[in-house]
Structure formats: C-alpha cells, structure tokens
C-alpha cells in the first residue's frame, strides 16, 4: 500500500551545530588592553546572544552587506587616511556571517580607521556607550 505524498513524514531540521547562520564573537576594548575587554556574541537570523544590543547590531550588519563587497574587510594598504588619532579602543569580530568565515580586527588609529569603526558601531558597543 502506498503512503500519498502529503502524508510522508516531513524530515525534521538539521540541529544546529554552532557554525550555521550569523553568529559573531565580538570583543571590544576602550583602552586596547586585554584586561579590561569585554566579550559578547551576536546571532542573527533569528537574533540573540549576549550582545547588550542586539537588534540594533543585527540591523547595522545587514544595512552594511552589499553584493560583491566584504564587508569585514580591512583598510586598504596604501590608503590615504587623515593622521587623526581616535583613541586606543580595539576590536575583534570572529565568527560566520553569511555563510562566510569572519576575523576582521579594528582600531582607532587613523581617520580610515575609524570610519570603519564607526559602520561598525552597534556591533563594538563598549560598555557605558
């Protein structure tokens, strides 16, 4: 006896295995110095973590994707940056973002510097800002 095709048992998802969909480690420091770093963990798609804000982080990453553009790529070398200094805040992102491995480091040391940080400003939240 045959089962119709609406009747079959539909398979049950794949559990997740820590490396699907968007989910980064960020670290964040405001001096640089490991010892007073902070570590959250952003998933998105759906959201959660332990990122203190995590809806906005989400967005911003999402409003910062563009086809054919990393957006986790660093600074070109040999870019002409303003010699402005924003400070010794450090941060690392680590982790998968669209289907992609991300480890994109960023600082405040020139002005290039820190406009990428700043697209990336929800997603460093330091703590008190």
């Not at 007073?36 to 959201?47: A, E």
């Not at 289907?99 to 290039?112: E, H, L, M, Q």
């Amino acid at each position: 006896m045959s089962v119709p095709a609406w009747a079959a048992p539909v398979p049950l998802p794949r559990p997740y295995d820590g490396e699907g969909g968007d989910r980064l480690v960020v670290t964040a420091s405001r001096s640089g110095v490991v010892a007073d770093s902070v570590t959250y963990t952003l998933t998105c798609h759906p959201m959660g973590g332990t990122h203190p804000a995590a809806e906005e982080a989400c967005d911003q990453l999402d409003d910062a994707m563009a086809w054919g553009r990393d957006p986790f790529a660093p600074v070109p070398s040999g870019a002409m940056c303003t010699g402005q200094y924003g400070g010794p805040a450090t941060g690392h992102l680590r982790g998968r973002w669209a289907g992609r491995p991300v480890d994109a480091r960023f600082s405040r040391v020139n002005g290039c510097e820190i406009a990428r940080w700043d697209s990336f400003s929800e997603v460093l939240r330091l703590p008190g800002s």
